[in-house]
């Protein structure tokens, strides 16, 4: 039988990109994400390959995220994988400089967001004793580099709670992974830095970065292992790429 697994953060880079490959490798998919333009043509898209349903919400809405994940229609309400992948930086500022508006943004989307679409869905998994939830850290929530403190502090709470995921689901048999990618070519820049696309692109230059297709290949790796392998803890860099700072560029 197919596996359903719901993305965050679906209508750009890395969700995209996992939604892509997953709907050709016979997953149906649940797309999320707040631009309703966007799902829609990845949901035209991808409906080629696969059962696709989109669903349009803030994960900083509590009561939104709740009620359209629990009012999935039937063919689409046993959720196999969660991928917890939406997210962002907002600035890139000493921390006495830092936007609160900023901070409130990293803090509620990265890490509220999360909380809250995986408390929405955990309960179906621990019923079914079964279910893979991978949460998208960050090489961020791995080391801290100047300016990336609130990030930083976003992606850390990410790994705590992956790993305090992994601890309490346990019992219930249920797989919990965190995959922490380096530098990846997405419109991750164009956000941290407020729509100036050209910061955004010096931040690539000059080195080949990851895709957005290479972590989705990752991700499709460490789902489509048999059960009884969890993938725990991926941290994935380009080559160019020794750590937040340290990167090769001509
Ligand atoms: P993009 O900006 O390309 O994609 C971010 C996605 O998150 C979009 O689909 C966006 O959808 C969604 N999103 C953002 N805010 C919200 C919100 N409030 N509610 C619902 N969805 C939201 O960035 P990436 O693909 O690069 O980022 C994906 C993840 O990977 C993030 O968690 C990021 O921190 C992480 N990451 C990125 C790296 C990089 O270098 N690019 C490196 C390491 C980790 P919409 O706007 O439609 O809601
Ligand atoms: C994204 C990685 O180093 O660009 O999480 O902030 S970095």
Same mark, same amino acid.
């Not at 696709?52 to 009561?63: A, E, G, I, T, W």
């Not at 079964?130 to 961020?140: E, F, K, L, M, V």
């Not at 709470?157 to 249920?174: E, Q, S």
């Not at 830095?193 to 080195?207: H, I, L, P, Q």
């Given at each position: 039988?197919? /596996? ?23 997953? /149906? ?9 966007? %799902? ?5 898209? $991808? ?15 509590? #009561? ?15 959720? @196999?994988?969660?991928?917890? +992948? ?5 600035? $890139? ?18 890490? #509220? ?15 079914? #004793? ?11 929530? /791995?080391?801290?580099?100047? +300016?990336? +403190?609130?990030?930083?502090?976003? #992606? ?12 309490? %689901? ?23 830095? /407020? ?37 725990? @803890? %991926? ?16």
């Amino acid at each position: 039988m197919k /596996k359903t697994v719901l993305i965050t953060g679906a209508t750009s880079g890395i969700g995209k990109a996992t939604a892509q490959i997953m709907a050709k490798n016979n997953y /149906k998919i649940i797309l999320c994400g707040r631009r309703t333009d966007r %799902l829609a043509e990845l949901e035209t898209e $991808l409906s080629a390959f696969t059962e696709v349903h989109s669903l349009s919400f803030d994960v900083r809405d509590k #009561k939104a995220t709740f009620e359209r994940i629990n009012s999935l229609p039937e063919a689409f309400s046993v959720i @196999d994988v969660l991928i917890n +992948n939406a997210g962002n930086a907002h600035g $890139l500022d000493p921390i006495q400089n830092g936007d609160v508006e900023d901070w409130d943004a990293m803090i509620d989307i990265n890490v #509220k967001g999360l909380l809250y679409v995986s408390k929405a869905v955990m309960p179906q998994m621990i019923e079914r #004793k079964s279910g893979h939830i991978i949460n998208i850290g960050s090489t961020a929530a /791995k080391e801290v580099y100047p +300016n990336g +403190n609130v990030y930083c502090a976003s #992606k850390h709470a990410v790994d705590a709670i992956t790993n305090g995921m992994r601890i309490d %689901l346990n019992p219930y048999g249920i797989r919990v992974g965190g995959i922490h990618p380096g530098m990846v070519a997405t419109e991750f820049s164009e956000v941290r830095f /407020k729509g100036d696309t050209e910061r955004a692109s010096n931040v690539y230059k000059g080195f080949d970065p990851l895709q957005a297709e290479d972590i989705a290949d990752i991700i499709h790796f460490v789902v489509s292992r048999p059960y009884h392998v969890n993938i725990a @803890d %991926l941290v994935v860099m380009s080559t160019a790429q020794a750590s937040s700072t340290i990167v090769k560029r001509s």
